[in-house]
């Protein structure tokens, strides 16, 4: 799979967010999205996944415009910003529940996802009892549960104890080794240098 970024911008009303951007992401590579909060990063990774449309400018999955078709990217997952589930609902049951959607993977799964992230004695607590690195944990399990091609990931590793935060990393690297291609987006520097074989910086909608 490969995909392109070609001369993309993106405008909010009169501010200019991203402007004009290129990249190629490959089978096979972790890429680094740097920079401080506000600076495009996240807003890009909408617009790679189909959440947002760009002003200018096209994303090309295997040579396909997801976002001129009005189609969200198979087999790409995403962890955007604050992960977001039913308060009611275990954490176990919450992605049962998203897993129905396309049917692709059984309970082993979903089962096997949470103990990646370490969330596997927390599985029948109700979300609205998570901590901020529990919940963050449940987003990343969402991500990784249907073992798609590409993942995305926002500022994955927010609340989450060093343990934890190196089994994930191990995962993310034997993927990589299958490959996947990953994208992490993270202010922190440090998380991505040992990650990334290549960091994208991102200062006020522009990249280096």
Known sequence: MKIEVCNVCKQFKKVEVL????????????????GRNGSGKSVLLKIICGIYSPT??????????????NMFVPNLR??????????????????????QIQNKITEKEILSALEIVNLIDEKDKKYSEYSLGMKQKLGIAQVIME???????????????????????????????????????THIKEDLEKLADQIYYFDNGSVK
């Open 19 to 34: 402007k004009n951007i290129n990249m190629v992401f490959e089978d096979g590579k972790i890429y680094g999205f740097s």
């Open 56 to 69: 200018n400018g096209e994303v090309l999955i295997d040579g396909k415009n997801y976002n001129r078709s």
């Open 78 to 99: 995403a962890l955007i910003e604050k992960p977001s589930f039913f308060p009611d609902l275990t954490g176990f049951e919450n992605l049962k529940l998203l897993a």
């Open 147 to 185: 073992d798609p091609k590409v993942m995305l990931l926002d500022e994955p590793f927010n609340g989450i104890e060093e343990e934890s935060v190196q089994k994930i990393s191990d995962y993310l690297l034997k993927q990589k080794k299958k490959g996947k291609i990953i994208i992490i987006s």
